[in-house]
C-alpha cells in the first residue's frame, strides 16, 4: 500500500480534484457503455413479448368471431 | 484453411453467430470488469508516486486504456468496414454499427481526462498540438459514423456510407501513433513499445498492464453483447427469434 491512511489515499497529494474527477468520468463511461446494450437487449424481449402477445390474442379473437 | 473457410461461411449465419457468441461476450465481460478494478485499484492505492508528477500521473490508469482501446476500436470498426464493402458481409455491418458508440465513449473518457491530467502537469486544459488535435478527429470520426448510420434513410446504402467512414477514417490511427514522435508536442511517447521494454518500472507498468487487458476484454464482452442486439432486431420477423422469445416468457 502506497498511501499511510485514508486521507492520504483520497488527498492524493493535492491532486485529489484531478485524480478522482478524471476516475469519475471513466467509471460513468464504462457504466453507460455496459449499460446501454443491457438495457436494449432488455428492451427487445419486451417488445417482442408483447407483439407475440397482441398476434395470439388476435388469432383468438378470429377463431372466436369464426366460431360464433 | 478448411476450418477457416467454414468459419468464413458461418459467419454469414446470423443465427449461428448469436449463439456461439453469447457465453463467450458474457465471459469477457466479466473477465474485463475484474480486470479494470484490479488494474485501477492497483494503479489508485498500491503503484508508487511519480518523481516529477506525484499523484497525479495515477490518471494514466485511466488515461491510457481508454486511449488505447479507441483506437483498436476505430482499427475493428473499419476492418470490419472493408469486409462490408468487399464481401458484403451482413455480420460485418453489425460490428460497424455495435463498435462506434463503445469507441466513441473511450475516446470521450480519453480526451477528458487527458485535459483533467494535462492541467497539473502542463499547466493547460487543451492545446492544440498533434497529438490531442488527432484524437479530437478520431472523436468526430466516431460521431460521424454514428450519424451516417441514422442520416441515410436506406439501411444498406447507410451501412455502406458508413463502412467508407470507417475505412478512410483509418488514416487517422497512425498519426495518432506517430504523432508524438513525428511532431514537437507536450504529449509524452508511448509507454508500451513493441520492440523495447516500458520507461517504467514495473510497480508503475504492471497494473497498467493489467487495466488495459482489462479494457480489451471488456471492450471484446460489450461488442459481442451489442453485435448480439443488432442480429436480434434484424431478425426479429424470424422462428427462431420468435423462439427464443417465447422460451424466455415462461
Redesign the interface.
Known amino acids: 500500500m502506497n498511501f499511510a491512511n485514508w486521507h492520504d489515499f483520497l488527498y492524493m497529494g493535492g491532486h485529489y480534484l484531478f485524480v478522482w474527477s478524471a476516475y469519475g468520468i471513466g467509471v460513468v463511461g464504462i457504466v453507460i457503455t455496459l449499460a446501454r446494450p443491457l438495457r436494449a437487449r432488455r428492451r427487445f424481449f419486451a417488445d417482442q413479448a408483447q407483439r407475440l402477445r397482441r398476434q395470439s390474442l388476435g388469432a383468438e379473437r378470429a377463431d372466436a368471431s369464426r366460431s360464433s | 484453411m478448411g476450418a477457416l473457410k467454414t468459419l468464413w461461411h458461418r459467419l454469414g449465419s446470423p443465427r449461428w453467430f448469436f449463439e456461439i457468441s453469447g457465453p463467450w461476450a458474457i465471459g469477457a ?1 466479466i473477465l474485463g470488469l475484474i480486470g ?1 478494478a484490479v488494474g ?1 485499484v492497483w494503479g ?6 511519480d518523481y516529477l508528477q ?3 500521473f ?2 494514466m490508469y ?2 491510457v486504456p ?1 486511449a488505447i482501446l479507441s483506437e483498436s476500436c476505430y482499427i475493428l470498426m473499419g476492418l470490419a468496414g472493408a469486409v462490408l464493402l468487399i464481401w458484403r458481409m451482413k455480420l460485418a455491418d453489425m460490428v460497424v454499427a ?1 463498435a462506434a ?2 469507441g466513441a ?2 475516446c ?2 480519453a480526451l ?2 487527458g485535459a ?2 494535462g ?2 502537469t502542463w499547466g493547460t486544459w487543451w492545446v492544440w498540438d498533434a497529438r490531442t488535435t488527432s484524437v479530437l478527429v478520431l472523436l468526430f470520426l466516431y460521431f460521424g459514423v454514428m450519424a451516417l448510420r441514422q442520416a441515410v434513410p436506406r439501411e444498406e446504402s447507410a451501412g455502406r456510407a458508413a463502412a467508407i467512414l470507417a475505412v478512410v477514417g483509418t488514416v487517422d490511427i497512425p498519426i495518432i501513433k506517430y504523432s508524438v514522435d513525428w511532431w514537437l508536442t507536450l504529449h509524452q511517447p508511448s509507454t508500451f513499445k513493441l520492440t523495447a521494454a516500458p520507461s517504467m518500472p514495473p510497480e508503475m507498468y504492471l497494473p497498467l498492464l493489467v487495466s488495459v487487458l482489462g479494457f480489451y476484454a ?1 471492450f471484446f464482452g ?1 461488442l459481442l ?2 453485435v ?2 443488432e442480429i ?2 434484424r431478425e ?1 420477423r424470424t422462428q427462431w ?2 423462439d427464443l ?2 422460451s ?2 415462461r
Open positions: 465481460l479494470i485501477l489508485l492505492a498500491i503503484a508508487p508516486p506525484g499523484n497525479s495515477r490518471i485511466m488515461h481508454a455495435a458508440p463503445i465513449v473511450f470521450v473518457i477528458l481526462t483533467i491530467w492541467r497539473p471488456f460489450v453483447f451489442a448480439g442486439n436480434l432486431v426479429q427469434v420468435n422469445v417465447r424466455r416468457l
